[in-house]
């Protein structure tokens, strides 16, 4: 995702090069990635692409980190069939991309998921994940469906707009100190308007010397001096998710 006010390029990062441990499904009318963890759980995450599409395999490699964990983890494809971004695209016709997939108008995808991790997957307890533009869709989310047990928000832009703070889901927003993305201003101006007017639980954390993307698109094994705030960041996802699902 871009500021608001100024639109600027997400880069793809370090693309991993990843097999995945899940399948994919159909899910009434959108598919999914699909993966579970080896013993059975009645726990499920929402795992919530960013502007490259679900089929990004850093996207598919955080579900199956995620599933290990104890969590069947599925990520729909929020597009619905539509191209993603792609890195070679022209950054000034993005706006125009953007246009016909806001994260904001997913309720009806959310609803199909929901129905069938409660149906198919026997699943009582969900909590939901979202990088970058899924980062907007989940906090969308958690103000939408107090169903939800947590989420996570990962770099996820911050929208400033009086209804964004009356959160129904605990959430953690991760942030990165040099997001040229969003700007640091912004992540703290949405910490205190939380503190003044959420309800729940929730936590900002800024990783400090991190960029746009480095929790998913940046890889911790060929980035040493980024190694422990990728690792930090994933082990507080888990963390948050344990604590309330």
């Not at 309720?107 to 026997?122: F, R």
């Not at 929790?215 to 998710?241: C, F, G, S, T």
Request: charged letters at 25%; glycine letters at 6%; proline letters at 6%.
């Amino acid at each position: 995702m871009a500021n608001e006010a100024r639109p600027c390029p997400c880069d793809i990062g370090d693309k991993i090069e990843y097999g995945s441990l899940g399948e994919e499904v159909q899910i009434e009318h959108i598919k999914a990635y699909v993966v579970k963890p080896k013993a059975p759980t009645d726990k499920a995450l929402i795992i919530i692409q960013d502007i490259f599409g679900w089929q990004l395999p850093n996207t598919r490699y955080m579900a199956d980190m995620l599933a290990s964990n104890g969590y069947i983890a599925v990520c729909p494809d929020f597009f619905i069939g539509k191209e993603p971004w792609s890195p070679s695209n022209d950054w000034s016709g993005f706006e125009q991309w953007l246009e016909d997939k806001k994260p904001t108008n997913i309720n009806k995808e959310v609803d199909a998921v929901l129905k069938y991790l409660k149906g198919q997957c026997g699943v009582s307890r969900i909590g939901v994940v979202g990088f970058c533009w899924g980062g907007v869709a989940t906090h969308y989310i958690s103000l939408q469906y107090p169903e939800i047990k947590a989420g996570v928000s990962v770099y996820g832009i911050v929208r400033e707009k009086e209804d964004r703070y009356d959160l129904k889901s605990p959430t953690f927003f991760i942030f990165a100190e040099n997001d040229f993305v969003i700007p640091l201003d912004q992540v703290r101006a949405l910490e205190e308007k939380l503190k003044e007017k959420c309800t729940v639980d929730f936590q900002v954390k800024i990783f400090p010397n991190q960029t746009h993307g480095f929790v998913h698109r940046k890889r911790e094994d060929i980035n040493e001096p980024d190694r422990r705030y990728i690792q930090e960041a994933r082990q507080d996802m888990i963390n948050w998710l344990n604590k309330y699902i």
